[in-house]
């Protein structure tokens, strides 16, 4: 274990247990319905910033990572129409609504969402060109985020970008505001961890190519671009 890694083991998660996901899948299958709403005032900028820089090019086997609203995956598909997209995420009622949505609007695309551990993905080792994974690390423990990187490094092939979408902390008020709402909703909200997060990304040996800082209504938002 790096020293880096050691470090994170004791990261303090507003004293939460090591793990919140069985939590947070339950929370997020219950809010499956109304969470596009939440995407569409604070996130899709930087979803549409984050597939710019990602270096997508059509054709392509995409794997997108927490879903979420899917949002971003039909955008994905739309993108990656002779290719193939799959997705992810903790949540079922998640994943089956966004792969209802994206076969609807593309109704020809090779696309696929279901129900997956983001720590533990039934994919084989250097199977997709690129991966996304837009406001899942706040998520996680520490040592899960490790981990997780650990997995996106394992399924992406070789010189395949990794593109991440972080809740920024650039924004003093806003910091104060999450701190806040962390603590009474941890299962939902998370915490901020997009300081630490290049860091960890460059422990997992992946270069940084971009990095871009994003706001959407008074929401920040990081895009890292990083390439195995």
Same mark, same amino acid.
């Given at each position: 274990?790096?020293?880096? /890694? #050691?470090?994170?083991?004791?990261?303090?998660?507003?004293?939460?247990?090591?793990? &919140?996901? /069985?939590?947070?899948?339950?929370?997020?299958?219950?809010?499956?319905?109304?969470?596009?709403?939440?995407?569409?005032?604070? %996130?899709?900028? *930087? %979803?549409?910033?984050?597939?710019?820089?990602?270096?997508?090019?059509?054709?392509?086997?995409?794997?997108?990572?927490?879903?979420?609203?899917? #949002?971003?995956?039909?955008?994905?598909?739309?993108?990656?129409?002779?290719?193939?997209?799959?997705?992810? +995420?903790?949540?079922?009622?998640?994943?089956?609504?966004?792969?209802?949505?994206? %076969?609807?609007?593309?109704?020809?695309?090779?696309?696929?969402?279901? *129900?997956? +551990?983001?720590? %533990?993905?039934?994919?084989?080792?250097?199977?997709?060109?690129?991966?996304?994974?837009?406001?899942?690390?706040?998520?996680?423990?520490?040592?899960?985020?490790?981990?997780?990187?650990?997995?996106?490094?394992?399924? &992406?092939? +070789?010189?395949?970008?990794?593109?991440?979408?972080?809740?920024?902390?650039?924004?003093?008020?806003?910091? *104060?505001?999450?701190?806040?709402?962390?603590?009474?909703?941890?299962?939902?909200?998370?915490?901020?961890? /997009?300081?630490?997060?290049? +860091?960890?990304?460059?422990?997992?040996?992946?270069?940084?190519?971009?990095?871009?800082?994003?706001?959407?209504?008074?929401?920040?938002?990081?895009?890292?671009?990083?390439?195995?």
């Amino acid at each position: 274990m790096t020293r880096l /890694e #050691e470090s994170l083991s004791a990261w303090p998660v507003n004293g939460l247990p090591s793990t &919140l996901a /069985e939590r947070t899948r339950r929370v997020y299958d219950r809010l499956a319905a109304v969470y596009p709403v939440s995407t569409m005032l604070f %996130h899709s900028r *930087a %979803h549409r910033c984050a597939l710019e820089a990602s270096g997508v090019r059509n054709g392509m086997k995409v794997l997108e990572v927490a879903t979420g609203s899917g #949002e971003m995956f039909r955008r994905l598909v739309r993108a990656n129409g002779k290719g193939s997209t799959i997705g992810v +995420d903790l949540s079922p009622n998640m994943a089956a609504r966004t792969q209802r949505a994206a %076969h609807r609007k593309f109704p020809g695309a090779a696309a696929h969402c279901q *129900a997956v +551990d983001a720590r %533990h993905m039934p994919f084989r080792n250097e199977s997709f060109d690129a991966i996304f994974c837009c406001y899942l690390l706040e998520l996680l423990s520490g040592d899960d985020i490790v981990g997780t990187l650990r997995e996106f490094r394992r399924v &992406l092939r +070789d010189r395949g970008n990794l593109t991440l979408v972080l809740i920024g902390q650039n924004t003093p008020m806003f910091n *104060a505001v999450y701190k806040v709402v962390g603590k009474v909703a941890p299962a939902f909200w998370g915490r901020q961890v /997009e300081r630490r997060v290049p +860091d960890l990304i460059q422990s997992a040996r992946f270069e940084i190519l971009q990095d871009r800082l994003v706001q959407q209504t008074f929401y920040p938002s990081r895009v890292l671009v990083a390439r195995k």
